[in-house]
């Protein structure tokens, strides 16, 4: 099968092919001769300097330039008279009314049949858009900077506060207890029922307050806590959580199945925080009318882990989900269940450092089910593992 060659234009077509491109480009097109006089002049450069093609032909392409960049113009025409292309530099164009405009301009030489320079070509480009762009990106830059500078500063005081504060509050807080329980001690037979009755309700309170002191310095802990990443087993860390609160389970009588998980790229011990709080969550709000039971599972997909835990306690409303993470938010009355309500907040605490997220639902054991998504081990920290 014989192929038909494609037709050539001839010389001259492409010739004016190639003037009707110039002709109807975006960018500003113009040729200098070898004095810098404007030779040619195209409808784009007729838009962005304001002058039609027969003012402007014959003049030195210099006038179009503000004062502080006529220099840059005089360079870079002078390097293409030399032979060589000047590639794309930013500088600053005056309109005919006066106003500046940010360009992108190339220059480079014209030869002709014997590669001698003759002529060159200046291409300008509005970058006006591109400008106010990349302004806009470093206000914007810059305000990011200053609020991260500003929550920097209201974690450190916050945290710092919750340090005094503890601290502040400790000393009072156990002079108060000890002199209680002297009184109690030395004044007991004085006192009738409703005397010791009150003395025991201040005991409770002091305790319930030393307890809330510490929680909100373990809160106080994660504000900005670095997070040293690592591969972490998941399975050893929670068999490590479950050792501490066995005592507890054991007297709940709750039993436990563990679920073969993945490993994570974690901080260790913020780790085991978090799967301690949340094992401790599901063991104290078991129900009354069946066994407590807690399963623990996880997956990995798509470089995260999903850590997920069941119980078959009382599980928690759809209507309170978003409040149990919140500080000092409490459900259900103290005489019911026990704790200050920070548990929570410190679990969401440690995964969102992981830029993670934790959530809760309804569990088919009946009670509720916490997940959290943490990082996957990455595949370089897996191989580097694994190696020999």
Known sequence: MDVVPEPVLPPQRSAALLAQAVAVSADAIFCQDLLGTVTTWNAAAERLYGYPASAIVGHRAEELMADRTRGELRTAHATALSGTRVDRFDSWHERGDGTLVPVDVSVVPLLDECGKVVAVATTVADVTRRTSLARDLEAAKVRLQKQNAALTRSNRDLEQFAYVASHDLSEPLRVMTGYVERIEHRYAAVLDERGRRYMRHIVDASVRTRSLIDDLLEYSRFLGAPRESVVVDTGV????????????????????????????????????????????????????????????????????????????????????????????????????????????????????????????????????????????????????????
Request: charged letters at 20%.
């Open 237 to 388: 860390v929670v068999d490590r959580a479950v050792s501490t609160l066995l005592p507890a389970m054991l007297e709940a009588g709750t039993t436990i199945h563990i679920g073969t998980l993945p490993n994570m790229w974690s901080d260790v011990g913020q780790l085991q925080i978090l799967v301690a709080n949340l094992l401790s969550n599901a063991v104290k709000f078991r129900s009354p009318d069946r066994p407590p039971h807690i399963e623990v599972s996880g997956v990995a997909a798509d470089g995260w882990v999903t850590l997920t835990i069941d119980d078959s306690g009382i599980g928690i409303s759809s209507e309170y989900r978003e409040r149990v993470f919140r500080m000092f938010q409490r459900l259900h009355v103290r005489e019911a269940y026990l704790g200050t309500g920070i548990g929570l907040a410190i679990a969401q605490q440690i995964v969102e450092l992981h830029e993670g997220r934790i959530w809760v639902e309804d569990s088919p054991l009946g009670g509720a089910r916490f997940c959290c998504t943490l990082p996957a081990v990455p595949a370089a920290a897996a191989a580097e593992r694994s190696a020999p």
